[in-house]
């Protein structure tokens, strides 16, 4: 009886410690590679390795304890924990922290990838009960986690702690507030751009436009030949992505405008190119079916696959198309105006900041500089197979190079970050993400929406 | 004095720990909804503003009553057409229907399959562009069968249901046959020799003895229904699909407290009212249900 009773304890309390091991959502953070490999003797080159002799870096300020390489770093130690918010920055961040790593091998620096919609709810909540990562990505001024962490005093002033001679003026534009840095940038080109199928093309004979006419003149030859011009999926983010640049081809000198709101997000011109999209949708141009289309995924495997001959989306997802179907041949354009000027869209992307109350404070410093550094920098470009934002870091790829080459120069400020930035109590953001998707489903004209929007903006 | 007190340690470590992981946070949560906060910096008391935009806010409130609308939709779905069909199979499977031992397995079978993998494997099957319903319907010369599925709000709603009866009805069927198994067999075969109809004895006997279950399934079901997310969010997308066709309470409550990648608003106060907004609603409509079924407990 003795025993049974002893056996029903010890089952009861191993079921209500793997229950509470369950409710314990926290991930193990994992240790970079390199970092394993460095304390095992072993070494393995990162990625755009051959670049990290800065070139003209003479010139630049130093970045605090990184002056002598390996030797620089001998007196930093410890442990740092790093927040990315999604899985395709993994690979890049593994080569930055091993690069990272030669240069300071007694810090091990431990990361964790927290993907998804409630990252930047997490990041907060970790940050607020004292949990926080020692470094994370937000979105810079792009929005509202930064100024909060900032007006809260969360987040570290690096101001004077990180050497930003690298970057240029807009480069720095997501990462300072009141004049203050509080983020590093990463230069590669958060732009939008039009993928193609390049074998589909030369099969029949379809050539790059080189005027936005020509874009949908392309769109109706590609119909008529029974393929989907365009894989699009019903979310706004990625409408979001595609409506950017028609409207930088619809009318490029609009878009230019909304650099400085000299121009309203809701002006004709912003009416007019959704208005576009939403004929081109009704046309069929992205599939007679596509409101079914959810998932950014399918989207994705709609172009890598075959079905679709081109897609309109983010820089970001070149190596992500690559990945999904290697054999795929494909370029990428920029969608260019009446005139035949193309511009890229979106600003450098933003990287990491510094928790205010890391308890490493001197690793984690050193961490952000190296990742200041064009040493840095360059890994993370060449690894992310991004558009190049900087003259000194060449782009990886042939097909970031092409991105590059097709904005001709011209640099648009993103639609969305007028939204976010330019919002009357930043409301219309909101009313954007309810509503964008309504438009296509017509549950709301394009006037509807754009008068709605309206309201809510300076 | 010893055994005055013996009850009060007999139920203290349960009551500790429920008063720690429920009751404690349903009244964190109460006094949240009181306050505006981001979950960063001091929470700012806002009295009962929260509250009067979820119910009044222009850009709001239609779209969470209409969340709401299609909550109690489903939940008339679960009443009328979920819960009869798990009772009809449950029945079938108790006459013993022909192959009835491997179709009780076929139909349990899907409800071990997670939620997620179940909508997931759905968005492959009715994907517009690739999937394999309009690929099959093509293959057989049916192109104008072919639709947009969950995109079409036509047949969103629909398809969902259909999904959560082919991968949840197991479990209420299996109740309701565990208790038709528990009905003394004395009483079946009694029944049986004074002549009963199968008709007669499934409306004389089954049914009234059958009704604790019943009171059962409805009131899980119910909650179930009222609380539903995760179909809905990988069917539709975090918007709750075209034209808000599976747009639920709890979808609505995600994207207004934990914003999103893009634009990275939180706002855990207003999440908060939503919650408590539901948690009364639910309340009202168990306690409801409950008084109502429980006069059908007598009979049993």
Known sequence: MKLKKLVAMLCTFSMLGMLLAGCGGEEKPKESESSQEESAGGSQEPAGEESQEPEGGEESQEPAGEESGEVAGGDVSGTITIWEHGFSFEESLQAVIEGFNKQYPDVTVEYEIRDGDTYNSVLTTAIQSGDGPDLFYTGGTSDAVMGDMVANGAIMDLTDEVDYSLFDESALSRSIMDGKYYSIPWLTMDTRAVYYNIDMFEEHGWKVPATFSEFETLLATIDEAGIIPVSAVNSYFSMLFAYEPVLSGFDAAYTKGLADYSVKVTDQPARDALQKMVDWADAGYFGDNWLGVVDGNAMLLAFTSGQAAMMIAGSWEITTIAENNPDLNFGAFEIPSEDGVAGLVGTPANGFSVNAATQNKEAAIAFANYCASLEGQTIWVQSQGGVSASDEIEAATELAKQISESGQGNIYTSWHNVITNYSTDGSAVLFWEENFEKVFAKDMTVDEFMDGLAELMQ | ?300
């Open chain 2, 1 to 300: 004095m010893r055994k005055k007190h013996a009850h009060i340690k007999f139920i203290l470590p349960g009551f500790l720990f429920y008063t720690c992981f429920v009751v404690l946070p349903i009244i964190y949560v109460f006094g949240l909804s009181f306050v505006e906060w981001s979950g960063m910096g001091p929470m700012k008391f806002s009295g009962l503003d929260n509250f009067i935009k979820v119910f009044t806010a222009q850009n709001f409130a239609p779209i969470f009553f209409h969340a709401l609308g299609n909550n109690v939709k489903y939940l008339l779905c679960v009443w009328l057409i979920i819960t009869p069909i798990q009772y009809l199979l449950a029945y079938l499977f108790f006459i013993k229907i022909p192959a009835h031992r491997y179709l009780r397995f076929m139909v349990f079978m899907p409800y071990v399959i997670s939620s997620t993998i179940v909508s997931f494997f759905a968005t492959l099957i009715f994907n517009p562009i690739f999937g394999f319903l309009n690929k099959f319907l093509e293959g057989i010369g049916l192109e104008q069968l072919q639709g947009a599925w969950f995109g079409d709000p036509k047949w969103a709603f629909k398809l969902m249901v259909m999904l959560i009866i082919w991968q949840g009805a197991g479990s209420g069927i299996m109740i309701f046959y565990s208790n038709f198994m528990d009905i003394s067999k004395d009483v079946m075969e009694a029944c049986r020799i004074d002549g009963c109809t199968e008709w007669q004895r499934f409306t004389r006997i089954l049914i009234p003895l059958s009704l604790p279950s019943c009171a059962s399934i409805i009131t899980m079901s119910s909650i179930w229904a009222l609380a539903l997310f995760d179909l809905p969010f990988i069917l539709g997308g975090r918007n709750g699909g075209v034209s808000g066709s599976l747009d639920f309470a709890n979808l609505v409550f995600y994207r207004y407290t934990f914003g999103n990648a893009l634009s990275g608003r939180s706002e855990l106060g207003f999440g908060a009212a939503i919650c408590v907004i539901m948690f009364i609603f639910m309340m009202t409509v168990t306690v409801i249900q409950r008084k109502i079924l429980k006069k059908f407990e007598y009979d049993t």
